[in-house]
């Protein structure tokens, strides 16, 4: 991009990762503006930005909104003029997807349609400025299973196994068909599963800590023996920095930690780090002691495992932090952070949606 001073869309900004971009990004960028779209449904928690620094949260403003609601996407982009659309805004959890797909369908298809009608109507209109960039933000998953040996790149077809794949999957074509057919300077990344700070407890990992941390069942799928590769969420709002400013339009980039592990391997090492910060001695796998293998969900991809060797040599991207070290300071964020893990749990942070948002 052109400009230092951008004004960035970023939809879903109080998610997992789109929090965590918001953070990354006014930190290193100090002269970036970001407007925050957000639909606030189960994941999206105002809280998230709750304690932002003080110069961040000048440049931050947030707003109450669905992508799908042309008018008010096009009511930002006349008052605000952005530089760049950031695309997290997106239903994401597997199971949820199993049991009930057509929501998938409307924010992850419908909801993406909508944003780049918008976006397209801007950029047509503001005289089709070269810097402006619209960058989806997508998953591996949309490439399907892998065997045991080889790696997703960002050449491999797409082969989705899940409705949410699916799902990601279409809207990542319309991204590439809105750069083809119209010249909208469009980007795509594609990365692995993501762990970190403000993670929805009904995820992988912040679930096996919080359930260790009570000595609660640890409910495995399977035989334990999935592969993924594991990629810090810190590690991954960098990338998409990097990828914002330098990525070039059309282009895909695969963004992964190079880590990978079975599930059953996570699970025994997030039993160690938490038993020893219990101060229990990890060679008497306390902790390991409770996991429970249960039956496998519907469609589960045996391996994934994405190459970087694109975006480290075009673009001098690679991840900062080990598996070990990023999962300890996850483990650490959850410790000091319970409150925000009982605001979740219990629902108190929805009765704060409703009262400040859904009940006016």
């Not at 980007?187 to 919080?210: A, D, R, S």
Request: aromatic fraction near 12%.
């Amino acid at each position: 991009m052109e400009k230092e001073d951008l004004t960035l869309l970023v939809t879903g900004g109080a998610g997992f990762i789109g929090s965590n971009f918001i953070r990354t990004a006014l930190e290193a960028r100090p002269l970036w503006r970001i407007v925050n779209l957000d639909a606030l449904t189960y994941a999206g928690n105002p809280g998230n930005l709750r304690d932002l620094p003080a110069m961040a949260s000048s440049r931050h403003t947030f707003v109450h909104g669905d992508i799908r609601d042309g008018a008010l996407v096009d009511h930002l982009f006349e008052e605000h003029h952005f530089d760049g659309v950031i695309h997290f805004a997106a239903e994401s959890h597997v199971d949820r997807s199993i049991l009930g797909p057509e929501a998938f369908v409307e924010t992850n298809v419908v909801g993406t349609f909508r944003l780049l009608e918008s976006s397209l109507r801007f950029w047509e209109s503001a005289g089709r400025p070269r810097g402006f960039r619209f960058l989806h933000v997508s998953t591996d998953e949309v490439y399907g299973s892998l065997g045991p040996e080889g790696y997703f790149t960002e050449e491999t077809p797409y082969d989705p196994s899940s409705p949410y794949s699916a799902s990601k999957a279409a809207s990542d074509h319309f991204v590439r068909a809105y750069y083809r057919t119209y010249g909208l300077p469009t980007v795509v990344t594609n990365c692995t599963n993501n762990y970190g700070p403000y993670q929805f407890p009904e995820k992988l990992i912040p679930l096996m800590i919080l359930n260790i941390l009570e000595e609660k069942p640890l409910p495995v799928y399977g035989d334990g023996l999935h592969v993924r590769d594991w990629l810090y969420v810190v590690d991954h709002c960098e990338a998409l920095v990097t990828v914002l400013e330098r990525g070039l339009p059309g282009e895909t980039y695969n963004i992964g930690g190079g880590e990978e592990k079975t599930n059953i391997d996570m699970v025994h090492l997030l039993c160690d780090i938490v038993d020893e910060r219990r101060g229990r001695n990890s060679g008497e796998a306390e902790s390991r002691k409770l996991v429970r293998f249960v039956t496998d969900r519907p469609g589960h991809d045996r391996r994934y495992a994405i190459s970087i060797s694109k975006i480290r040599e075009a673009l001098g991207w690679s991840p900062r932090y080990s598996l070990r070290e990023a999962l300890s300071r996850t483990v650490d964020w959850y410790l000091q952070h319970m409150d925000w893990v009982e605001q979740v749990r219990t629902g108190e942070y929805r009765k704060w949606i409703g009262r400040n948002y859904e009940d006016r």
